[in-house]
């Protein structure tokens, strides 16, 4: 059966979002870097993380500059468009395919830009997304602070039914 596009047509376009669409900037990138963790498995290219971390400002300058290269061209390298899977053995039989998960090694350039569009993409979700009321997954919060804030509102609620 052929699928019909002509419903495509008909959604309204959104607005873009400037946080999404804007180039990363030189703070981005020092970011990203800094919270690459060390002595992790190497991609295609065999760069290690520390490589980037003891770089220095002149290494985040010139990742800065290709990346928003790849940013405002729409391209970014053949080969970041693959990845080298491999199956990482869990526990129980290892013939059973369940028992084992994939993992994916990346460059570790690679591993920078999407840092920095994680982040990007966390923080819309967090302000345009998530209620106020929601403290998991939002940084410096926890569900702790949300038991302490319902506690009392609920002694309350308590005393109010009992009276």
């Known amino acids: 059966m052929p699928i019909d ?5 008909t ?8 946080e999404l669409v804007s180039v990363p900037t030189l703070d981005e990138v ?10 992790k498995s190497l991609g295609d290219d065999d760069i290690p993380g520390e ?10 300058s010139y ?10 061209s729409r391209m970014i390298p ?23 998960r994939g993992i994916s090694l990346l460059d570790v350039a690679r591993k920078i830009l999407a840092r920095i569009m994680l982040r990007r993409l966390l923080i819309l979700l967090i302000e345009r997304t998530l209620p106020e009321s929601q403290c998991a997954f939002r940084p410096e919060r926890s569900n ?14 308590g005393a109010i039914k009992r009276d």
């Not at 959604?11 to 400037?18: I, M």
């Not at 990742?63 to 405002?72: D, E, I, M, R, S």
């Not at 702790?144 to 609620?157: D, E, Q, S, W």
């Open 144 to 157: 702790l602070g949300m038991i302490f804030v319902a506690n009392p509102t609920r002694k309350k609620k």
């Open 63 to 72: 990742l800065h500059f290709f990346f928003n290269l790849y940013w405002t």
């Open 78 to 100: 053949k080969r970041w468009k693959h990845a080298n899977i491999i199956s990482i053995y869990k526990k129980g039989d290892r013939f059973i395919c369940d028992n084992s």
């Open 5 to 9: 596009s002509s419903a495509l047509d």
């Open 30 to 39: 020092n970011s990203a870097i800094k919270s690459i963790r060390n002595k």
């Open 11 to 18: 959604l309204p376009t959104l607005p873009g979002l400037p």
């Open 51 to 60: 490589v980037y971390e003891y770089g220095g400002p002149h290494l985040a």
